[in-house]
């Protein structure tokens, strides 16, 4: 079982940058394939971004936020990061990282995959 805490949010103009950061408990983090989701009042959680366990290469993003988002992972120090440039009012909501243990390369783009959920920190974008 793995425990996860997002840190980083705040409140940014449009068009600055976040990044936000999701630390993880446990000694098997390099096996957990993560994701990042948000919800937004009055909305459904929504796929935000994932990577596999290995990193690198091995992400995905949802149209939204492709090209202005990154997902990122430093295993040994059992974090996942995603940075957001180009920020812009709808990208206001809560966003939440996943975890999911894996024996693959693969990545995850449903929250159903997901075993392992953080609190979620709030991000807020002004006009």
């Known amino acids: 079982q793995v425990q996860l805490v997002e840190s980083g949010g705040g409140l940014v103009e449009a068009g600055g940058s976040l990044r936000l950061s999701c630390a993880a408990s446990?000694?098997?983090?390099?096996?957990?394939?993560m994701g990042w989701f948000r919800q937004a009042p009055g909305k459904e959680r929504e796929f935000v971004g994932a990577i596999s366990y290995s990193g690198g290469t091995s992400t995905y993003y949802s149209d939204s936020v492709k090209g202005r988002f990154t997902i990122s992972r430093d295993n040994p120090k059992n974090t996942v990061y995603l940075q957001m440039n180009s920020l812009k009012p709808e990208d206001t909501a809560v966003y939440y990282c996943a975890a999911r243990m894996t024996y693959s390369g693969n990545y995850y783009i449903r929250s159903s995959e997901y075993a392992f959920w953080g609190q979620g920190t709030q991000v807020t974008v002004s006009s």
């Open positions: 446990g000694r098997t983090f390099n096996t957990y394939a």
